[in-house]
């Protein structure tokens, strides 16, 4: 079987494939319009402006069990583009970092955090760390929310696929599919992303089954695999170095911070829901990260010459039958625009709800604007980054992880022992030196020393070292008024 690797994509989709992929795409619509309709039928429930807000927010924290598996599971996997270019470079390597360490934390998650955190009945993430340190730690946590869910790379996977689908600039097509998802998300907030994230979930798992079916039907299991791909691809380091592959376990830690997640607790029914539906989200995401990963290591054993970020989608057209292509192409844009609705919606109430003055906090003219600020910066910030997606999630990974995790987690274990002024002392040091370990010229062993560790390390010292900083200061404001 030959591939064409600059494959025009308006000639290989045939009439049956877009019919099947814009009907997913109307499916979708219409689920967000009746999860309107459905809310409307309560009609006097949302006279009052707090019940409406909370709406808004956290579906009125009614999220049932079907509904949190489907948009957590959903949400999770925007950078299709960022794992399949990451399988097809190096591998199992991808399962690793992007999978095995991912399953640890949302295991944690469930276990030792659902059930802390419900008791505080906060709405968002910085909403929480404020009432668990104090006003300043919920500040200083808005802005590092803000910068972990801005979604520039779920906006280059979009832009990346609208391009090679139209043939239009990656520019153009970024600014189309945010566009597109900035409307609903505006129409309907987090009901609308749950509704729309019901027919994406079961499209998108769908749709990279089917192409590991073909794959496999096409050219053999694990055999033609070991024959065609190189040594490394089956390693758990990827040829990578252990410390450079445990960063990404670090990374992976940061859902314990992450404000999708804690977002789907906030507005579950009960704790139960919560706890039993991230478990069965992680049997899910298990099964499904086996898709992609192997789906991109068969595209790189039949055609390695291809370019990392776009062969998994060369790849898969060109292997599936009429009406299937479609499907799995609607598929592909479904796992896209479930995560980007969710982080674009996450990042614009970031801006209108926790970065706000009290005063202004739940008034749904600012949560449009703080969407359509997020959707413009998001392209802004695709175009810097150059469409790298894995750079993108190292880098904002890399400050989260180090700066924010470290302080949560000892909150967690000693409630009431860390102060706000220390909290904000902490993930400010942390920052610095990821900032500056970032910048500057490494040499001999200490270029192997990613900032992720260095950030941890300073983190740490700021938490354990305050109390001391903070006794010499106050002696010399003693000693200074006298």
Not at 8 to 31: N, Q, R
Not at 245 to 267: C, E, H, K, M
Request: hydrophobic share 50%.
């Amino acid at each position: 079987m030959e591939f064409d690797l600059t494959v025009d994509y308006k000639t290989i989709l045939s009439k049956l494939d877009w019919f099947v992929f814009f009907g997913v795409l109307l499916l979708t619509f219409i689920s967000v319009i009746y999860g309107q309709y459905l809310k409307k039928k309560k009609g006097s429930n949302f006279d009052n402006s707090e019940i409406r807000f909370l709406d808004l927010f956290l579906m009125g924290r009614q999220l049932t069990l079907p509904m949190f598996v489907a948009t957590l599971v959903a949400t999770w996997y925007g950078g299709i583009f960022g794992v399949t270019k990451i399988a097809f470079e190096q591998g199992i390597f991808n399962f690793i970092t992007q999978g095995v360490f991912w399953y640890i934390s949302y295991i944690l998650f469930a276990f030792f955090i659902v059930h802390k955190v419900a008791k505080y009945k906060a709405i968002t993430l910085p909403d929480l760390v404020g009432k668990m340190f104090g006003p300043k730690a919920g500040k200083l946590s808005a802005v590092f929310n803000f910068f972990n869910v801005l979604p520039i790379a779920y906006v280059i996977s979009l832009g990346l696929l609208i391009q090679a689908l139209f043939g239009i600039s990656f520019l153009q097509s970024m600014i189309i599919g945010v566009t597109i998802v900035i409307l609903y998300t505006l129409y309907g907030g987090f009901r609308a992303i749950v509704f729309s994230d019901i027919i994406q979930f079961f499209v998108m798992c769908l749709g990279v089954f089917l192409i590991l079916v073909f794959s496999y039907k096409l050219f053999g299991g694990i055999s033609f695999l070991r024959a065609n791909l190189p040594a490394s691809h089956f390693t758990l380091t990827g040829g990578e170095g252990i410390a450079t592959t445990l960063v990404w376990g670090f990374i992976a830690l940061s859902t314990l911070v992450d404000p999708n997640f804690y977002q789907r607790v906030f507005a579950a029914k009960n704790i139960k829901v919560a706890k039993k539906g991230i478990l069965i989200s992680t049997v899910i995401w298990i099964l499904f990260d086996i898709c992609p990963t192997a789906g991109a290591m068969y595209a790189r054993a039949v055609i390695p010459e291809a370019a990392s970020d776009k062969a998994y989608l060369i790849y898969a057209l060109q292997i599936l039958p009429n009406g299937i292509r479609g499907l799995v192409l609607a598929g592909i844009l479904a796992t896209i625009l479930s995560t980007l609705d969710s982080y674009l919606f996450i990042a614009g109430t970031t801006v209108s709800y926790d970065m706000m003055p009290k005063k202004w906090k739940g008034k749904v003219s600012l949560y449009h604007l703080g969407i359509i600020f997020v959707g413009i910066l998001a392209v802004v910030m695709g175009i810097v980054f150059e469409g790298n997606i894995k750079t993108v999630w190292k880098t904002l990974g890399s400050y989260s992880a180090s700066c924010l995790l470290l302080p949560v987690l000892y909150g967690y274990i000693f409630p009431g022992k860390i102060k706000d002024h220390q909290f904000v002392f902490a993930s400010i040091l942390g920052v610095i030196t990821v900032s500056i370990w970032r910048n500057i010229e490494l040499n001999g062993f200490w270029q192997n020393v990613d900032e992720l560790y260095m950030g941890i390390l300073a983190t740490s010292v700021g938490l354990a070292s305050y109390g001391l900083v903070y006794k010499y200061f106050l002696k010399r404001k003693v000693d200074n008024n006298y």
